[in-house]
C-alpha cells in the first residue's frame, strides 16, 4: 500500500510539472503573438505601399533601387517620441520601426509602443549620437517564430546573402541604404560592438577583422 501511495504521488508531481512547463510554455507562446499583432497593426497603420524612391548608396548610386515603403513619421513620432527610423529589407520579414533609449535595457523587454512584453523591440545603441557615427548598432531579438531579427541567421548562407545584399533605414529626413558586407556570431566580448576609433587607420583594421570573419562573400 506505501509503494502504491508513493507511485501516484510520483505520478501527480510528474503531471503538475507538465502542466506548469506547458503553462509558461502557452504564456511565451502568447506574449510572443501578441507582440508579433501589435507590430503587424502598426505597420497598416504608419506604412503605406511600396513607392519608387531614390534611395541613397554611397558606394553605386546608378544601381536600380526597390520600391521602398513610404512611413507615416508623425504618426510614429505621437506613438513614441524615440522613433529614429524604419528598418527594411524586401522580400523578408524585416520591416520594423526604430527607436533610441536612454539606455540599452528598455526596449529589450517593451515593444515599440511601450507596452511590456519580452519580444522587445528594435532598437539604435543607447551610445550612439544618432546615425552620425562610425559604428551604430541597432540590436534586436532573434524570435523563434520569424519575427524581428530571426531571419539575419540566413545570412549565414551566400545564397541568401546575394538574394538581400542591402537594408534600408527610412528616417524622417532621408532613406540610408545599409549596403551588407559582413555577417558572423559576435560573442558580447567582441570588438563589434565599438562605437569608438582613435584613427582612420584603426576604424581600417577593425573593418578588415570583421570582413575577414564573414559567413558570406561580399
Request: one cysteine or more.
Amino acid at each position: 500500500m506505501k509503494k502504491k501511495s508513493i507511485y501516484w504521488i510520483c505520478l501527480l508531481f510528474c503531471a503538475g510539472g507538465t502542466l506548469l512547463f506547458g503553462g509558461l510554455f502557452f504564456q511565451q507562446w502568447m506574449e510572443y503573438r501578441t507582440g508579433e499583432l501589435a507590430y503587424d497593426r502598426l505597420e497598416e497603420s504608419v506604412v503605406s505601399s511600396p513607392s519608387q524612391d531614390s534611395a541613397q548608396s554611397s558606394i553605386s548610386p546608378q544601381q536600380p533601387q526597390p520600391e521602398l515603403p513610404e512611413v507615416d513619421f508623425d504618426t510614429l513620432s505621437s506613438i513614441n517620441s524615440d522613433i529614429v527610423g524604419w528598418l527594411y529589407c524586401p522580400d523578408t520579414a524585416i520591416s520594423y520601426p526604430v527607436p533610441q533609449g536612454e539606455d540599452n535595457s528598455y526596449y529589450l523587454k517593451h515593444l515599440f509602443d511601450g507596452t511590456r512584453n519580452s519580444a522587445g523591440s528594435l532598437f539604435l545603441d543607447s551610445r550612439c549620437q544618432g546615425l552620425e557615427g562610425k559604428n551604430s548598432i541597432i540590436y534586436g531579438h532573434y524570435m523563434k517564430n520569424g519575427t524581428l531579427f530571426a531571419t539575419l541567421s540566413e545570412y549565414q548562407e551566400q545564397a541568401y546573402y546575394e538574394a538581400h545584399p542591402e537594408l534600408y533605414l527610412i528616417t524622417p529626413e532621408e532613406t540610408l541604404t545599409i549596403r551588407l558586407f559582413s555577417a558572423y556570431i559576435a560573442g558580447p566580448d567582441s570588438n563589434a560592438w565599438q562605437l569608438e576609433f582613435s584613427t582612420q587607420e584603426e576604424y581600417g583594421a577593425w573593418l578588415e577583422e570583421l570582413l575577414a570573419q564573414s559567413c558570406f562573400t561580399s
